[in-house]
């Protein structure tokens, strides 16, 4: 019988059945000691594969929303005016368009409250793709009409919410009586707009002129949304319709978007996102890499006496080590498996809970490539860290196998070993840089994983080195405690790596939302005005200060003119010659404007001796503190100004 397992044993090759056979019988036995390490595998590829399939399902529901989003298959903004009589008959010949300006005001109600709104004024064409839910159900054109002398609106609930309206009620914008006829449950376009400050107020254009707000340097933002024939709504129409407003129209500074990059703060948001969740998921990976690593080594202790017979019998050691190395990725595989279950239905999980609360178009659907690169993720971690204690027992020999319960032989794998461990390292880091948003960032995560396993590795053998050289204490349970965290096959360095990268973890959170804290109170000035008014009009200014002095007449008041205006060149370059970089990113748009000239105080109304600024004598804004206030009025000079955007004919400056 010896002699048969012995010839057995002998033959064949390592990568033949024999290996699957030898570990499905070890299998037999249960699962004890591989919990951990089942549960880690799936821990991890539960992670990467809920992060990837639920970003893929964000960006097929953007793409396939985006004409509803965008509002339409182009769209063509304008700041601070509106399109001439030449782009808008250029807009008309290529299909049907609708008009949206945005822009933000203060709603008025009977009793004198105010509330900061983003007004939207659209057209009798609005919306081109998609329907706007209104609360009661009503035509949009009907809730907007003008009747009973008041403009009709449908207004977002937090706007009726904060000002205690109900249907029927009028508000004043501007000059313009308003009645709330609808509550607005959704806009389709509503992702495009992105973040407001204020709730949405929904009026017609025709309120918009009637309201006074359109004046010279008011920041109104034009919207053209165009919808092109059926027949010709292609994307190879799309870029042609570009290519064609770029090459009549230059000078039109326009933003042009398409339905492909509806949202493409969203798409951006969405890419980090991704990579964020990605990374922390390999996180994961890489902390139960550690129970991985202590679960094979445990097994490989518990089997000593197995590995040590078989090679008694004449099984050579790649054949022992083919057999555990099976059994290890079978393990892994029965592992990622329940990860895989739960990171796909995830998408599904989210669209039908949160589905009618989330403003996000998710598209939940089996997305076999991230559910692959989850699993290849996780039997990659698996094999890189089972690879060392497996492949240590190639070369013990058998009588070194019996007696390592009291003499560990703390021998190094074969260097094959020791470079497919390497291997198995770098393609895991070659994954992690090569499919991120940002190669940069993951790099730095992928150094610093491999100094943290080095450093904890060091600090192990450190800890080890001081017990070893520790004088003997006289008590015996000391001294066994003490000797045991030395000893050989002591789990000295198992332990200091999982307690290291588990505390590592929860450092790095720590300070990554330390730093955001600060970051965000290092953003606030230490000395700051009480009020900031911004975008006062030039013809107003007097009027504004006279008011501050009636209201205020100890207050400090500064006036910083800015004005916005188109960049022509740069450096003497034409800003149409002008390429910027791939990874530039266009500023807000409240952060395109330019200052003048340096704050400067406005006179009093008797001669006086100039004051220091607002920053310099009130800290911070305080009820025993005289207010203090800086004002930014817009010029009236450059009402005929058009802003200039990274995107505008994907040249910029």
């Avoid at 396939?64 to 399109?83: H, K, M, N, Y």
């Avoid at 290519?243 to 949202?263: F, I, T, V």
């Avoid at 139960?288 to 690593?293: E, H």
């Avoid at 999980?349 to 659907?365: C, D, E, H, Q, R």
Wanted: aromatic share 6%; with cysteine.
């Amino acid at each position: 019988m010896n002699a048969l397992l012995s010839t057995s044993l002998s033959r064949g090759h390592s990568g033949g059945p024999l290996p699957l056979r030898f570990a499905a019988r070890e299998l037999r036995g249960g699962l004890r000691g591989f919990y951990v390490f089942i549960a880690c595998i799936a821990l991890g590829v539960m992670a990467i594969a809920g992060v990837g399939s639920v970003a893929s399902g964000l960006a097929d529901g953007l793409a396939r929303q985006g004409r509803v989003i965008l509002g339409g298959d182009l769209a063509f903004s304008l700041s601070l005016r509106e399109a001439s009589t030449d782009e808008r008959a250029f807009l008309d010949r290529q299909g049907r368009v609708s008009l949206a300006a945005t822009m933000r005001a203060m709603a008025r109600a009977q009793d004198g409250r105010t509330a900061l709104v983003e007004v939207k004024a659209v057209d009798a064409a609005y919306p081109l793709y998609g329907n706007v839910a209104l609360d009661p159900q009503q035509p949009l054109t009907q809730a907007l009409a003008q009747r009973d002398g008041a403009f009709g609106a449908a207004a977002d609930p937090a706007l009726l919410a904060r000002l205690d309206l109900k249907l029927g009620t009028r508000i004043t914008l501007g000059s313009a009586t308003i009645e709330i006829r609808a509550v607005l449950t959704s806009e389709p376009d509503k992702l495009a707009g992105g973040i407001g400050f204020g709730p949405r107020l929904l009026i017609s254009e025709t309120v918009l002129r009637a309201s006074g707000l359109l004046q010279p340097g008011s920041i109104v933002r034009w919207h053209y949304r165009l919808r092109l024939p059926d027949n010709d709504a292609t994307d190879t129409a799309v870029r042609a319709v570009t290519a064609a407003a770029q090459a009549q129209l230059p000078e039109a500074g326009w933003e042009a978007r398409s339905r492909a990059n509806a949202s493409p703060s969203l798409e951006r948001n969405v890419e980090r996102f991704t990579q964020y969740l990605t990374l922390v998921g390999l996180t994961a990976l890489l902390v139960g890499g550690v129970g991985v690593a202590n679960a094979v080594k445990g097994h490989l202790d518990r089997r000593r006496d197995v590995i040590a017979t078989l090679k008694a019998l004449g099984a050579t050691g790649t054949r022992v080590f083919g057999i555990y190395l099976t059994q290890v990725l079978v393990l892994a595989g029965l592992g990622a498996l329940p990860g895989l279950a739960i990171g796909a239905a995830l998408p599904f999980l989210i669209a039908w809970t949160f589905g009618a609360v989330l403003p996000l178009p998710i598209a939940p659907a089996l997305h076999p490539g991230e559910l692959a690169l989850a699993l290849l993720y996780g039997l990659l971690t698996a094999a890189a860290f089972a690879l060392w204690p497996l492949g240590r027992a190639h070369d013990v020999p058998v009588s070194a196998l019996f007696r390592d319960e009291v003499a560990s032989d703390q021998r190094w794998p074969r260097r094959p070993y020791i470079a497919a461990t390497i291997l198995l390292g770098c393609t895991l880091a070659m994954l992690a840089i090569e499919l991120a948003y940002d190669r940069r960032i993951a790099a730095m995560f992928v150094a610093a994983a491999a100094a943290v396993f080095v450093l904890l590795r060091l600090v192990a053998a450190l800890i080890m080195l001081t017990a070893r050289r520790l004088p003997r204490p006289r008590s015996p349970v000391v001294r066994l405690a003490i000797a045991n965290i030395h000893r050989p096959g002591a789990l000295t360095p198992s332990v200091v790596l999982s307690l290291g990268l588990g505390l590592a973890v929860m450092v790095t959170v720590i300070a990554v939302d330390g730093n955001l804290r600060r970051q965000f109170l290092a953003a606030l000035p230490e000395k700051a005005p009480s009020f900031y008014f911004v975008d006062i009009p030039a013809a107003d200014a007097e009027a504004f200060d006279a008011f501050i002095r009636a209201r205020a007449p100890h207050a400090a008041l500064e006036r910083v003119p800015m004005l916005r205006g188109r960049i022509v060149a740069a450096n003497g370059i034409p800003a149409e010659n002008l390429k910027p970089p791939p990874d530039s990113r266009p500023p807000p748009s409240e952060a395109r404007r330019t200052a003048t000239s340096p704050p400067s105080p406005i006179p009093a109304a008797a001669p006086a001796t100039r004051r220091p600024p607002c920053s310099e004598r009130w800290p911070t804004p305080s009820r025993r503190s005289p207010p203090c206030a800086c004002a930014t009025p817009s010029m009236q000079s450059v009402r005929s100004s058009r802003t200039w955007r990274w995107r505008s004919a994907g040249q910029a400056c």
